[in-house]
């Protein structure tokens, strides 16, 4: 069997059984599409990695050896992957990207100021801020000939209203947004006018299709490289969430003494089997990542002709990397909420648009990192929903 057709075969039982968070939330009469989970397992070298670490006992706290190991892993996927030259020496474990949110917060922007979110964003940014005391400047995604771009007018606004760090989600969740070297490279310009931060959210960065190139913002240049803090996980790509490894990568030496200072503690959060994984998937998961793309490829296509046949009303534009599907559903009536109407009428569970930010009213997030077979039932259960009219 192709690995292609073994993805094609995997059930809503065999997934339901396996029990992670996108199958059982919502129990056994809903389809998941919400949860950024993939529903393809992870690479043999990674199963690999986690039965030798279960077969060892090898629970006890993280070894500098293998945190070592990691960040050679993760320095060697940036470069082979992006060209991106790091410093091992400058990568930290985390036990998740919003752990490293959390410290870019708290330890690289000025205290007490807002966080600048274009949106729609990824829900936690929204929420984050406020429990670390700090409010957050919304700067809706602008349109550019029909493709969502920063809208650095209002980013610029953001800084001078106060703002200090900007989360730049590259590649964008839920946007599927690849940004380019033309687009960074401006966004820094006004980020250096103000003397801002970013934080680099580049967890989907393996994700991208054919045509789209990630580029690292801190590889863009040494301005870019002196005001990030990026961080990143082999969590998304290789499906390992819940094992709970990302890395911090820093890029310039004051950001280093800092985290000199901040000491070990800080980055103690990673677990050994999750590193264990994120490790094996940097050095040995190429290959099985590869098939997953060109799956995920065909499963974006895939949305695209089901929607055409099904959902002819609902506008969308096909993501140039992730998994994530951003529809505008206030063709079909559904009102503001349009994720609650649909698991109500067909169990159909989507990430709700508003809980993404202002833009996101009407809209709704679908996660079509599923077996084919599955997105077309998640397309016909919204199709058929949608036909009872409006709520
Ligand atoms: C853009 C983005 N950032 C961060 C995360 C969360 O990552 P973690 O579980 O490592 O905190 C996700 C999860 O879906 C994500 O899509």
Known sequence: MTRASAFDAVTVDTLRERGSLKWTLYGDDSLGAFVAEMDFGTAPPVLEALHAAVDAVDFGYLPPRAAAGLAAACAGWQRDHYGWAVDPDRVRPLADVLNGFEIAVRHFSRPGSPVILPTPAYMPFLSLPAALDRTVIEVPMARDNGRHVLDLDAIDAAFAAGGHLLVLCNPHNPLGRVHTAEELTALSEVVARHGGRVFADEIHAPLTYPGHRHIPYASLSPTTAG???????????????????????????????????????????????????????????????????????????????????????????????????????????LGDHPARVLRERSGIALVDGPDCGAPGLGHARLNFATPRPILRRIVAGIAEAARRGPA
């Open 227 to 333: 005001h990030t803090v990026t961080a990143t996980s082999a969590s998304k790509a290789w499906n390992l969430p819940g094992l709970k490894c990302a890395q911090l990568i820093i890029s310039n030496d004051a950001d280093a003494a800092t985290v000199e200072r901040l000491g070990p503690y800080t980055f103690n959060g990673a677990a050994s089997l999750g590193v264990a994984a994120n490790t094996a998937a940097y050095t040995a998961g190429g290959p099985w990542l590869a098939e997953v793309v060109a799956y995920l490829d065909g499963n974006r296509r895939a949305l695209a002709d089901l929607l055409a046949e099904h959902l002819p009303e609902v506008r969308w534009t096909a993501p140039e990397g992730t998994y994530l599907a951003w529809l505008d559903l206030r063709p079909l009536g």
